[in-house]
């Protein structure tokens, strides 16, 4: 889906600038294979501008040279485009419901695989060791965290974050119905804090991109936590279907309690489990 360009009436700037986008947004495709065509429009408009500024080129148009024949330009375009916005525990009611209504049906299992799409820089999928950890699930848990941004990956396998945000991950674990110190799961030095290797053998970091690639196992909880909201509804839906397939049956989707309900209303894939937190259930009679 093409951004709209003003009409005659408005500015020749406007209208210009969404030509330069459409035609950005076509040559990372047609070049690299992704595809941010059906991502929110003011969103990536927001992003590919910040794009030309950090670069500082005066024109949108200057980064399509930039984008066809320079491979190294490709890794920071991503990063742009795909912002991270993540912390340990966020919406710590989220991580509690999971803990008392979810964990507690994946108990059967004798192995248990999760997908964390969209893991952004690591928090929350740290934040998800850990549950499970206090729950007795993390040794027979295989967790899968993708992304699209290379450089946020790397930073998620290394599991270092900065020492000033302790405090309030510290908090948002407790509200999260912690069972122990939240010091127990990281060691510190003056300035950074890294997430303890015995919850980092259990993750799996790995390049997936939602809008193109497909199921890649069969999990029993898939993640995917205020992503969506960057999307069109079309890519919802078949970003939807993308879950619903990788689902068990019975499997449980857990998505941002910021996304809409529209998409998921429509598909009819899958059941609500808890509305306030955005947990629902794999619709069997759909499979």
Known sequence: MEIK???SNLQDKLRIECIEINLFLEALYQRHGYDFHHY???????????LAKAYEYTNIADLIPRILHDETFLTATIARLSVPVTEMFRDPSVFKALRELVLPHLC??????????????????????????????????????????????????DGIFPIAQLKRYER?????????????YYITNEKFFRINQDLRKHIVFAHHNLVSDGVFCEVQLVLCRNVLIYFDTNLQRRV?????????RQGYLCLG?????RAIETANLFKIVDFKNMIFRNNCETI
Not at 172 to 184: E, I, L, Q, V
Not at 257 to 261: A, G, K, Q
């Open 5 to 7: 360009c003003p009409t």
């Open 40 to 50: 929110a429009k003011a969103s990536i408009k927001r992003r590919i501008q910040a």
């Open 108 to 157: 059967s299992y004798h192995r248990l695989q999760i997908w964390q799409a969209g893991c952004s820089t690591g928090e929350e999928v740290y934040s998800l060791a850990i549950l499970l950890e206090e729950e007795g699930l993390l040794k027979r848990t295989q967790i899968y965290a993708t992304d699209i941004n290379d450089i946020a990956l790397h930073q998620a396998e």
């Open 172 to 184: 948002n674990y407790m509200a999260a119905g912690g069972k122990r110190k939240f010091s127990d």
């Open 240 to 248: 939807l279907n993308l879950f619903h397939t990788s689902l068990a």
């Open 257 to 261: 309690t910021h996304e809409s309900l």
